[in-house]
Each structure stands twice: as C-alpha cells, then as structure tokens.
C-alpha cells in the first residue's frame, strides 16, 4: 500500500477524482468535497487523470466539477483509471478518435 496516493474530488456530485500523484494499485487518500476517506486503486493512474470513485456502467454519465462532462462505453470498476479507452466526451465527438497516451487524432493522416 502506498500512503502517498491521492486524488481530489472537486464537488460531491462526482463519480471520478483527480490524481495528484501517480497512482499504483492500493489505497487512494481522497482530499476536498468527498464524504469517502479513501478509494482503493484497482488499476494505474497516471497523474492528472481521473480515477472512478464507485463502479460506473456503461453509458453511465461521468461527473467531474460537478457537471456532465462524459459518458462511459464500458463498464468501470471503482479504482480504475478513467480515460479515453472508457469514456468518450459529451462536447467533443472526436474523443474517441485520440491516442489514449499521447491525445494525438488517430483519425487523420499525416503526411
């Protein structure tokens, strides 16, 4: 287990929070509108990104901010990284079409 993992939720209408530091399987301490103390890490996250703090469906609406801002095409274990591969953005329909490491558009060809 590793005390120093944590993540940020920012309104308590969120199902996702924000790692503040790079996540590893095994406890993640939640910090800010949380009414959870921690959430354990299923997956890697890299930092900066999203980590699911409850099983999200697919379909499911994802929460961050307190506002919509996607919506799962698969199902989300609690403790996994919630990213491009899993969820595509409600505001942008080429989400689905970027690089899940670097963001670049797969869908173009660059020549």
């Known amino acids: 287990m590793n005390e120093k993992q944590r993540a940020f939720v920012i309104d ?4 996702v929070a924000t790692a503040l530091t790079p996540i590893v399987p095994g406890t993640v301490t939640l910090l800010g509108e949380s009414p959870l103390h921690s959430v354990p890490a299923v997956t890697e996250v890299p930092k900066g990104h999203k980590i699911a703090l409850r099983d999200i469906q697919k379909d499911e609406l994802i929460t961050k901010y307190g506002v919509t801002i996607g919506r799962s095409i698969a199902d989300i274990p609690a403790g ?3 990213h491009l591969h899993n969820i595509c953005s ?3 329909e080429r989400s689905s079409h970027l690089d899940i490491n670097t ?3 797969k869908d173009t060809i660059y020549e």
């Open 80 to 82: 996994s990284w919630v």
């Open 103 to 105: 963001g670049a558009p």
């Open 90 to 92: 409600i505001y942008d």
């Open 12 to 15: 308590t209408r969120d199902n």
